[in-house]
Nanobody, 115 residues
């Protein structure tokens, strides 16, 4: 019904910046909330940031002030601008979309922050 494809992951030095993008296709018009989650090796997947169709945002305390989530409803995309990256930000980042009935996940994109 909805397909999510992430892009923009890679290797970056600590203190640097990276921008992740997620493009939704299929029945993307049904999406209510979109967001980003991340999972480091051996750890549970955790919320990074979410944004509603109306633009309301929510951030994990660990990233608030450094990361910014934005959304383009016309293009069905969500972007995560990551600044002042730290080694502890290293994880696989997953795009998420919630329709009110179903949750969808992207395949994940690796973000590695070196010291």
């Amino acid at each position: 019904q909805v397909q999510l494809v992430e892009s923009g992951g890679g290797l970056v030095q600590a203190g640097g910046s990276l921008r992740l993008s997620c493009a939704a296709s299929g029945r993307a018009f049904t999406i209510n909330t979109m967001g980003w989650y991340r999972q480091a090796p051996g750890k549970q997947r955790e919320l990074v940031a979410t944004i509603t169709k109306g633009g309301n945002t929510n951030y994990a305390k660990s990233v608030e002030g450094r990361f910014t989530i934005s959304r383009d409803n016309a293009k069905n995309t969500v972007t995560l601008q990551m600044n002042s990256l730290k080694p502890e930000d290293t994880a696989v980042y997953f795009c998420n979309a919630y329709t009110g009935w179903t949750t969808y996940w992207g395949q994940g994109t690796q973000v590695t922050v070196s010291s």
